[in-house]
């Protein structure tokens, strides 16, 4: 019995895990306040399959989790970092499920 | 009576027309951008008091301001702004050994600008940036208020009557530690009512340090900055029916310590303007203080 409820909740913990979407790393230039920050949060809030996003102002590093099966691609973020009116210097894609 | 009166317009204009900021300086702009689409709203206090009167008059003059400026950013460069004052204005003073007061309130001239990003460097943690703006301010507001001594003077109706245009350059350098903000410009107003207020000139300056967190983390979430402005304001004089007022205009310079507290969606921040060098025309009514007191926020 306690073999089949292990079972059972690691089969749970796997579909959470795996149905997390992707998450990227964006290096973005001319951060230097938090409240500049905002801006860039909700330009990429906006753009489709994005779950969160968390700005570390102190590193100049945006942080974006899609829902599962949602893409970024580099030409949004730099379109969103642009258009919130700062400069995006790297974008990287660190696969967390499928 | 007149003639004082007009000095003391110089004084409002002056305090008035540093509402065109959204985040960084308390006294006037900034070239730190607006995001794309969104919207910045700020509410300033202004109270303006101005009693050292040389002509023995014992004048004294209180204005308060409520000042909201709605901000909206057209792209990562271009930011519209508008401004609407609501002012409650009050000079006393003695004539012939009777005290008199008059006394005015009600929702000022709106203003109208736009800010472009000229020039923009960014590195990791740090941007410098150089904007230019430019508006008017639209006789929206009424020019032709009474009390029971009559039309009350220029400076304490509610609105000017005239088209005025403003215009400069503002350049920013931020780093996470602090954040040094200089801007030139210039306001041309406008003839109403036979009344003609000097055109003005400032320079002005500010830096912002981070007092607190001593050392950022990744999950640092707000700023304290110590603020401390500077303001050099040249009004030149009034003209009056054509005729110069010889006693009105003048340069002040102003310095304002203060400080702002500074999140991801809201600024709280204060200043206390103080002049620290008046070179004024004639008997012209000092400046006390201005204490400026606000928040913004973004939506």
Not at chain 2, 10 to 35: C, H
Not at chain 2, 39 to 50: A, N, T, Y
Not at chain 2, 96 to 124: C, H, I, K, V, W
Request: contains cysteine; hydrophobic residues 40%.
């Amino acid at each position: 019995m306690k073999i089949i409820l292990w079972v059972l909740a690691l089969g749970l913990w796997s579909m959470v895990v795996l149905a997390e979407g992707d998450r990227y790393q964006l290096q973005v230039d001319g951060l230097a306040c938090p409240f500049c920050a905002y801006g860039i949060e909700k330009k990429l809030s906006h753009l489709e399959g994005v779950e969160q996003v968390t700005t570390d102002v102190a590193n100049g590093r945006v942080t974006v989790q899609m829902t599962g099966g949602g893409i970024l691609e580099e030409v949004q973020a730099k379109r969103a970092v642009q258009a919130a009116g700062f400069t995006l210097r790297s974008f990287i894609r660190e696969e967390t499920g499928e | 009576m007149n003639q004082t009166i007009f000095r003391m317009a110089m004084v409002l204009m002056t305090v008035l027309w540093s509402w065109q900021t959204r985040a960084a300086p308390v006294t006037f702009n900034t070239a730190l951008p607006v995001a794309e689409g969104e919207f910045i709203h700020r509410e300033l206090l202004v109270v303006m008091r101005s009693g050292d009167d040389p002509s023995g008059m014992n004048r004294d003059m209180a204005v308060s301001t409520l000042v909201s400026v709605l901000g909206y950013g057209i792209s990562g460069k271009l930011a519209l702004f508008g401004a609407l004052p609501y002012a409650d204005k009050k000079l006393a003073l003695t004539m012939n050994a009777m005290p008199l007061e008059r006394s005015s309130d009600g929702f000022g001239d709106l203003s109208l600008f736009g800010r472009y990003t000229l020039f923009q460097r960014d590195a990791p943690g740090q941007t410098f940036r150089i904007a230019v703006f430019a508006g008017t301010e639209a006789p929206t507001s009424d020019d032709h208020e009474n009390d029971n001594l009559g039309r009350l003077p220029p400076p304490l109706q509610s609105g000017s009557g005239a088209w005025d245009g403003f215009g400069g350059v503002v350049a920013t350098w931020q780093i996470l530690d602090y954040q040094l903000d200089g801007q030139i410009a210039y306001r041309n107003n406008g003839k109403a009512n036979g009344f003609e207020a000097g055109d003005q000139w400032r320079l002005d300056g500010s830096l912002q340090y981070r007092l607190w967190p001593g050392t950022l983390a990744a999950d640092t979430r707000g700023f304290l900055y110590g603020v401390l402005e500077a303001n050099l304001i040249h009004n030149d004089p009034n003209r009056s029916n054509g005729e110069k007022d010889e006693n009105s205009g003048g340069t002040t310079l102003f310095l304002a310590p203060g400080l702002q507290y500074v999140t991801r969606r809201w600024i709280v921040e204060a200043v206390v303007q103080l002049p620290v060098s008046q070179n004024l025309r004639g008997t012209a009514l000092e400046n006390d203080y201005v204490v400026r007191s606000g928040f913004r926020w973004n939506f």
